[in-house]
């Protein structure tokens, strides 16, 4: 149930008079009967069907009871994409108000017991995923120890050399003397130092750079042609470390999409293993990194909430970005998007004192409550109709389970919203209907 996980345990409640009522929220289950199998009838006689429950974990809402699968309506689940999804039998009804709550029904029980009543079955395991991110899990000692972090390091001198401008590729030619390049460059570099694979025209053939990726980068594509692929990073966040912090960083994130015809890139991963020997192989600086993981963001983020994984404020929110698209090429037009308008502002983040020491509240530029501290209870919820949210919510559950939401309606523009599936995501399920 993936949706329930990024809620924060605290309900939303109304005011009326000096009674607080919890706010109904819209919801739907599926109660799904299978018939018992002949040679079991007898021992379940008079019964001759057998009906799915499944029981709660010991936190949150009906802890500990047996319930038939479902959860809250989602916004994805009215989306008028879905009337080309449902089965034809439906067809004179694709209107009804009950629509979006039989497209809840399914989603849920999905997410939550993996059976999907649909003409055809998913067709990937990480479905409704089509896409993986690479991350990779830091040492245990210098900056973010032991978290998972986005490849990437500090900017070299290297970096700026104006030499750089004939070996970048020509898509870039008018933004050759843009302040990003260097950060582009940066990013490619140091992915490269530290995984083994370069964002280049030309893949790393020669043994000196397999065998030493400190080598000057520089050097080595000039001596074999090679140009990094700049244009193909999208501008996609900017995070500058609070004031309090030990050590700062001002760091720009940039995504790349990489496509089918990617072949050059695509040949440096799919035939790369962490534990192989050779250095033909993506594999990780052990001098900073432990290992490499290509995961869904979900999965990414799973792994967070059950503390398997260490993830900072940054890569929390960039991945429950990433989380809201389900297929690839929606990621991409959306990181387009980003870049082309100059939708990134510099991100600081403020961390909030609540009432409730197991709830955190982060805000970042954009938010009515941003740097503020003094505030009403209702002021955290993130529910104040005309208001502006650019927030996280981080909750710790008793069973140690970290719980994470994040509300953000910052956006005005006219063709995108941001995090909002019904425009960018239709979930897919091949061709299937539910």
């Known amino acids: 149930m993936s949706e329930l996980k990024v809620r924060i345990s ?11 009522v919890p706010t109904v929220q819209d919801s739907a289950s599926l109660i799904i009967t299978v018939p018992i199998p002949k040679h079991e009838l007898k021992a379940h ?27 809250k309506l989602d916004e994805s689940d009215t989306n008028i994409m879905w009337q080309n999804h449902i089965d034809s039998s439906a067809e004179t009804n694709k209107q009804n108000a009950l629509i979006k709550f039989k497209v809840c029904a399914i989603r849920e029980t999905f997410e939550e017991t993996g059976f999907l009543a649909a003409t055809k079955p998913p067709t990937n395991t990480h479905f409704p995923y089509n896409y993986k991110v690479l991350m990779a899990k830091r040492i245990s000692t210098g900056s973010f120890s032991n978290a998972h972090v986005f490849p990437g390091g500090k ?32 990013a490619i570099r140091e992915t490269f130092e530290e995984t083994g694979f370069l964002a280049a025209t030309k ?69 790369k293993h962490n534990s192989s020997s050779s250095r033909t192989s993506m ?38 970005q990433m989380k809201q698209f389900t297929d690839y090429k929606a990621l991409e037009q959306y990181s387009k998007y980003h870049d ?8 600081i983040s403020h961390y909030h004192l609540t009432l409730n020491p197991a709830i955190h509240v982060i805000t970042f530029p954009g938010d009515y409550i941003y740097k503020q501290d003094v505030l009403a209870e209702a002021d955290f919820v993130g529910d104040k109709p005309g208001e502006k949210f650019n927030r996280l919510f981080i909750s710790k559950k008793k069973n140690g389970e970290t719980i994470v939401s994040l509300k953000e309606n910052i956006r005005h523009d006219e063709d995108v919203k941001y995090i909002d599936r019904n425009i960018f995501v239709e979930k897919r399920i091949s061709d299937a209907k539910l």
Not at 229 to 246: H, K, M, V
Not at 340 to 347: A, C, S, T
């Open 340 to 347: 082309k308008n100059n939708l990134v502002v510099p991100f």
């Open 203 to 271: 893949p790393p053939t020669n043994s000196r750079m397999r065998d030493n990726q400190n080598t000057e980068l520089l050097q080595e594509c000039i001596s074999s042609d090679s140009k990094l692929l700049t244009s193909r990073l999208n501008y996609f966040s900017r995070w500058i470390t609070p004031e309090f912090a030990p050590r700062r960083f001002d760091a720009h994130f940039f995504m790349m999409n990489i496509q089918d015809i990617d072949t050059v890139m695509l040949d440096q991963i799919n035939q």
């Open 155 to 186: 900017l070299d001198e290297s970096d700026t050399n104006i030499m750089w401008q004939n070996h970048i590729d020509s898509s870039t030619e008018t933004n050759k003397q843009n302040a990003l390049i260097k950060f582009k460059v940066c």
């Open 45 to 71: 006689f008079p019964y001759n069907y057998k009906v799915l429950m499944a029981k709660r974990i010991s936190t949150g809402s009906f802890s500990n009871a047996h319930v038939f699968p479902g959860g």
């Open 10 to 20: 605290a309900q939303k409640k109304v005011k009326l008079g000096k009674i607080l």
């Open 283 to 320: 594999q990780v600086q052990d001098s900073e990194l432990m290992y490499m993981e290509w995961k869904t963001p979900q999965e990414f983020i799973d792994g967070y909430y059950k503390k398997n994984i260490e993830l900072a404020t940054a890569q929390i929110y960039l991945l429950m």
